[in-house]
C-alpha cells in the first residue's frame, strides 16, 4: 500500500509547478486524485466555509475555482448546502 500511495502523491505533484495546478486532468481517475488531495490538502475537517472562502481556497491552486469546487461537490469530497451557502468537506 505505501508503494502506492507513493506513485499516487508523485502523479499528483506532477500536475502542479510552483505550487499552481498547470492543468485539471481530463482523466478520471487521475482527476479524483488530484480532487482528494486538494479537498485534504485546503479545507478541514469539521468545518463549515461559505462560498467565497472555498472559491479563495482554490484560487491559491488555479484560476477556475468554480470547476474544481463543482467536481469537489461532485466527487462527494464536498458537501454543499441546498441554497449553496455553506460547504464543508465530507467525512
Known amino acids: 500500500m505505501p508503494d502506492t500511495e507513493n506513485r499516487s502523491s508523485q502523479q499528483v505533484a ?7 495546478l498547470t ?11 488530484l480532487l ?6 485546503l479545507f478541514e475537517r469539521d ?7 472555498v472559491n479563495q481556497a482554490l484560487l491559491t491552486v488555479h484560476e477556475d475555482c468554480s470547476a ?16 449553496g451557502g455553506s460547504y464543508r468537506r465530507a467525512r
Not at 47 to 53: D, F, N, Q
Not at 68 to 83: K, N, S
Open 14 to 20: 506532477s500536475l502542479f509547478s510552483g505550487g499552481r
Open 47 to 53: 468545518r463549515v466555509y461559505t462560498e467565497r472562502e
Open 68 to 83: 474544481l469546487r463543482r467536481y469537489l461537490v461532485v466527487a462527494g469530497l464536498l458537501e454543499r448546502t441546498r441554497d
Open 23 to 33: 492543468a485539471i486532468p481530463r482523466r478520471t481517475a487521475r482527476r479524483e486524485q
Open 36 to 41: 482528494v488531495h486538494l479537498a485534504q490538502s
